[in-house]
């Protein structure tokens, strides 16, 4: 059975940091483009860094470019999303998924079948 499942999420203070991890099982990581989504409470769910499947092209919205990180490692069936510098606007629930379209196109329209997606993780950014 096909499974992502989200961790590292947290509380953290307005400038800290946060690690994300995205541990993928039950399917082959490596053929499949990558993302972190975040949903914040009433708004849409984002598309926050798409990363391709091996991992040479990677895509990041505005908001965000400069002080997250995204990566994979295909070996461990896991993708990261380091984050730094945050600010309580990254409050959300953070996502990863899976596609096979290209970076960009899969941050843009997030996938829209349910097994794409892992449980989602927590982030607060407050002091």
């Known amino acids: 059975q096909a499974q992502l499942v989200e961790s590292g999420g947290g509380l953290v203070q307005p400038g800290g940091s946060l690690t994300l991890s995205c541990k993928s099982s039950?399917?082959?990581?490596?053929?499949?483009?990558t993302g972190w989504f975040r949903q914040a409470p009433g708004k849409e769910r984002e598309g926050v860094s798409c990363?391709?499947?091996?991992?040479?092209?990677?895509y990041y919205t505005d908001s965000v470019k400069g002080r997250f990180s995204i990566s994979r490692d295909n070996a461990k069936s896991t993708m990261y999303l380091q984050m730094n510098n945050l600010k309580p606007e990254d409050t959300a629930v953070y996502f990863c998924?899976?596609?096979?379209?290209?970076?960009?196109?899969?941050?843009?329209?997030?996938?829209?079948?349910?097994?794409?997606w892992g449980q989602g993780t927590q982030v607060t950014v407050a002091s």
């Open positions: 998924a899976i596609d096979t379209v290209d970076v960009r196109t899969m941050c843009a329209y997030p996938p829209t079948i349910p097994d794409s």
């Open positions: 039950g399917f082959t990581l490596d053929y499949y483009a």
């Open positions: 990363i391709s499947s091996d991992g040479q092209s990677s």
